[in-house]
């Protein structure tokens, strides 16, 4: 998640949207004031390799502290973090409504069967065996699946724009003119290389795979018209 006040953007990060990437390419261009929350040390040492800006600004306040926050805070001695999958709501109540209001907000969706077969590849990258994907499917929770509430307030769609993954470059790059960013956005590939089957989606979900699906993710297909494709039938099936 990044809070840019150089540029007056807020970027929510979504899970298995290429969010890290984004994350990274966007650090570019943010200043010493801006927000910026912390990925894993393998992507920071991306970020760092870059020249990019690092982890900043990211120490919660101790008004917005949780009950679990200040347990923590008083038996660890840990300060609390903004952290990078912040939900609208929960950001919207860290910057506070005149500048949630007044800077872009955006951030990425993906194909939601795509997306859960992405996430099926990367959670299991180290298992051995990998379990099978409807048993984990079963047992994943919704949250994992589904980025709704990320985007969302009281079921509402928060933010300015949603950038289509399935047309990231050319989205991305509107983004940027919006911006007024000096450079369109390099993306460096985190997080990526664990999905070695390549087949397209349709090709590796069964009825009961698509089912568990379609119901974790019922809000984003409806609120984006999404459709199951099938790679012999160009129309929504």
């Known amino acids: 998640m990044i809070v840019s006040h150089k540029h007056r953007f807020i970027f929510i990060k979504t899970r298995k949207t290429a969010g890290t990437s984004i994350e990274i390419a966007l650090s570019k261009f943010c200043g010493e004031t801006d927000i910026i929350t912390r990925i894993s040390p393998t992507d920071e040492a991306t970020r760092a390799s870059l020249g990019y800006r690092g982890p900043q600004n990211d120490l919660l306040a101790f008004r ?3 009950a679990n926050d200040w347990l923590r805070f008083l ?3 840990r300060r609390a973090r903004l952290r990078n999958h912040m939900s ?8 506070g409504e005149t500048i949630w209001q007044s800077y872009f907000k955006f951030c990425v969706e993906r194909d939601p069967w795509d997306k859960a077969i992405s996430l099926y590849y990367w959670r299991t990258r180290e298992a051995d065996p990998r379990p099978g ?3 984990f499917l079963s047992t994943v929770d919704t949250h994992s699946l589904s980025n709704f509430e990320i ?7 928060a933010t300015d724009r949603v950038v289509r993954f399935e ?3 050319a989205e991305l790059e509107d983004v940027r003119h919006l911006l007024d960013l000096p450079e369109p956005l390099a993306l460096p590939q985190a997080k990526g290389g664990h999905r070695s089957v390549k087949q397209h ?9 698509k089912t568990l699906i379609d119901t974790a993710c019922a809000r984003e297909i409806e609120l984006f018209d999404y459709g199951f494709r099938r790679l012999d039938l160009p129309d929504k099936q």
Do not use: K, P
Request: glycine share 8%.
């Open 167 to 169: 047309r990231l470059s």
């Open 133 to 135: 994907l409807l048993n």
């Open 88 to 95: 609208a709501a929960r950001i919207r109540a860290v910057v």
């Open 201 to 209: 989606y349709s090709q590796l979900l069964g009825a009961a795979e």
């Open 151 to 157: 985007y969302c307030i009281d079921g509402a769609l």
């Open 64 to 66: 917005h502290y949780t």
């Open 75 to 77: 038996t660890r001695g």
